[in-house]
């Protein structure tokens, strides 16, 4: 680290003299900055982290995160899963599934979406997410389905009412043409997520969807999985030697891939323009250190006589410009943290309602993130100290001290 008797100026001048306001102001100002950066970028990142921790929780809790099936998702069903499927790492839950794309008709309206085929258990994620009916409704036979809140408003239907379900995969040639595989159905309940799941989403029994999609009694489409982070698939759907011949493998990502890539994109889009403004913040301390060193040159100088190294020199002016942006960067960690924590609460004394009542901004404050932004905020802070450091280092006695 630095000599004790370099940190001791350089802290020295960081203070500054009377004389100096304009570049105390300059160097005040570009602490400011930086910590208004680390704050701004603190407070957004956590916003951001909670909107797509909430995705994760209602999209992804309820649609399969995995599927494995043989081929054309025709796989044969057994009582309890294959013996390779207990091997995956961060699997939670593993159950049968019967999944088709459909179109569902009701009395006024017709709209389509996924189907998918359950067993009835109480553990089942859609179970928690009931606003009317219980998952024991759906009993083999019965041909039951529960629809999305916002499937069942667009359809103009309620629970009791009768639907219509449609699938083309099952389709047959008649005389008349090619007719889908159709069915009525009741429904029997309605469900939540709070995401655009609950306008596309149709679950029914899985021997009841087996039926529909002219499946025998011991064919389902595969098996489901669920994990304990979602986000797993990636690094599990490219280590396939686990996975059998004549087994496939589908995640989340098919159908809702894309969103989370652009929730993605624009978290790191939203750090990389907060990023330049910490980067232009540390930067202004090029101009405040080049202002102290042209004021300086004789001290520097006097310094050079007394015995003080070039590597000493520089550790003055670097400690210095440094110590604006650890100041700057710790206070911004502070401060963004703070106000991430209490930012429902900042709006809602000042009025401020972006959702429906009862509804809060999701935040999440993850503690390493913030670790990495300070440390990142630091790193630019001493990379701008390097080049007036320099200047300060190069700067020779007999030449400052001539006109003395």
């Known amino acids: 680290m630095f000599h004790p008797v370099s940190a001791y100026i350089g802290l020295r001048y960081l203070k500054g003299r009377s004389g100096d306001k304009f570049s105390r102001f300059v160097s005040y100002m570009s602490t400011a900055g930086i910590s208004i950066g680390v704050l701004s970028l603190v407070t957004v990142l956590s916003v951001m982290n909670g909107f797509e921790g909430q995705l994760k929780q209602k999209i992804l809790g309820v649609l399969p995160q995995a599927v494995i099936s043989q081929a054309e998702d025709k796989t044969l069903k057994s009582q309890s899963p294959p013996e390779f499927l207990s091997h995956i790492p961060h699997a939670t839950d593993i159950s049968p599934i019967v999944r088709s794309e459909a179109v569902i008709q009701s009395a006024t309206k017709l709209s389509a979406g996924l189907m998918i085929g359950i067993e009835p258990r109480e553990q089942d994620p859609i179970a928690s997410r009931m606003m009317m009916g219980q998952i024991s409704q759906l009993s083999a036979g019965s041909y039951r389905v529960f629809l999305g809140h916002t499937l069942a408003r667009s359809l103009g239907v309620n629970v009791g009412s009768k639907v219509r379900l449609m699938v083309t995969n099952a389709s047959q040639f008649t005389p008349l043409g090619r007719i889908p595989s159709q069915r009525n159905f009741t429904v029997a309940g309605i469900f939540n997520t709070g995401s655009d799941v609950d306008g596309m989403l149709m679950v029914t029994n ?128 502070v401060l963004g943290t703070l106000l991430a924590a209490n930012l429902n609460a900042i709006m809602s004394g000042l009025g401020l309602s972006l959702f429906s009542p009862g509804s809060q901004l999701p935040v999440v404050i993850e503690p390493l993130q913030i670790v990495v932004v300070i440390l990142l905020a630091i790193g630019l802070s001493l990379l701008a100290t390097l080049f007036p450091s320099y200047r300060a280092a190069s700067v020779k006695p007999a030449e400052a001290l001539r006109y003395e």
């Open 206 to 333: 899985i021997a009841d969807a087996g039926r529909l999609l002219r499946y025998s009694s011991d064919t389902i489409s595969g098996w489901r999985l669920f994990f304990d982070d979602p986000f797993v698939v990636a690094d599990l759907s490219q280590q396939s030697e686990w996975l059998p011949s004549g087994w496939h493998w589908s995640d989340w990502r098919e159908q809702r891939g894309e969103l989370f890539q652009a929730v993605r994109m624009e978290k790191n889009m939203m750090g990389l323009m907060l990023g330049l403004i910490i980067a232009v913040a540390a930067f202004n301390i090029i101009s405040a250190l080049i202002m102290v060193v042209m004021e300086k040159q004789s001290e520097v100088a006097i310094l050079k006589t007394q015995g003080m190294s070039n590597h000493q020199i520089l550790a003055i002016f670097m400690v210095q410009g440094a110590s604006s942006g650890v100041i700057g960067a710790l206070v911004g960690g």
